[in-house]
């Protein structure tokens, strides 16, 4: 029973930063092994995945955040990271994170924590 728990989400005003924790237990393998991601949803919009790492550790962005946000993972304590800086309010949403292998359909999700970007 692999668990993802999101952590670090909150309140902060435009321009600001928040650092999302995703804290994976359980996982049968190394958390190197998989692709990790971060996939946000808000009320009205289409989710979209908005960074993500593969196994090989190379990091890719959705346009919308490029350039502002930073995915990472500390793999000895299997743990994936967004850093997110310079918030605006379109990056209001809940924020999941994702564990994956597609080579053998290991698919884990968290139960997401809410980012408000708000004055």
């Known amino acids: 029973q692999v668990q993802l728990v999101e952590s670090g989400g909150g309140l902060v005003q435009p321009g600001g930063s928040l650092r999302l924790s995703c804290a994976a237990t359980?996982?049968?393998?190394?958390?190197?092994?998989?692709?990790q991601k971060w996939y946000r949803q808000a009320p009205g919009k289409e989710g979209e995945t908005v960074a993500e790492?593969?196994?090989?550790?190379?990091?890719h962005y959705a346009d919308s955040v490029k350039g502002r946000f930073t995915i990472s993972r500390d793999n000895a304590r299997s743990t994936v990271y967004l850093q997110m800086n310079g918030l605006v309010p379109e990056d209001t949403a809940f924020y999941y994170c994702?564990?994956?292998?597609?080579?053998?359909?290991?698919?884990?999700w968290g139960r997401g924590t809410q980012v408000t970007v708000s004055s």
């Open positions: 994702n564990v994956h292998r597609a080579d053998f359909g290991h698919d884990f």
């Open positions: 359980n996982l049968r393998f190394a958390l190197e092994t998989y692709a």
């Open positions: 790492i593969s196994s090989g550790g190379s990091p």
